[in-house]
């Protein structure tokens, strides 16, 4: 949906788009902001629906009966990777719409960059990564060794 409306936004309504920035008296450069801050929900998106699908995995293993894997370890770290990319995404959102604020609401309702519960989850991410990566090999060294 996110996609169709970035058509939408750069074809059929971008005259109309441009009349409301003009209205709302905020520089020319506000369409092509709108248009990275569109592109950036759908990049969002994208890195939400990758960590879901690889913390599905790591369940499924779970249920299996075997979380202490190298892949899950693998996962994890994954997990990790996509978390810093999602929270580098974040921040720039936060800055476009406090940029395009002024110009909408004055203000009201803008969102909060959170550092500290993202960085809480990227750390907490990589930390079990390598829990479950130390895990798996004392498995593998004990199976060799009985």
Known sequence: MVATGIGAILTVQRGEVLDRIAAAGAPASAYGVVI??????????LLTARFLRELRRIV????????FRPDNAGRMQAMGWIAVGGQLVWLV???????VAPYVDDGKGL?????????????????????FRVGSDMRAALEGTV
Request: hydrophobic share 65%.
């Open 36 to 45: 990275i801050g569109i592109v950036l929900v759908l990049a969002l998106l």
């Open 93 to 99: 959102l936060v800055a476009i719409a406090r940029w």
């Open 60 to 67: 499924d293993s779970v249920g299996e009966g075997d979380p």
């Open 111 to 131: 969102p909060d960059a959170n550092l500290g519960s993202g960085l809480l989850l990227i750390l907490t991410l990589f930390i079990l990564a390598r829990v």
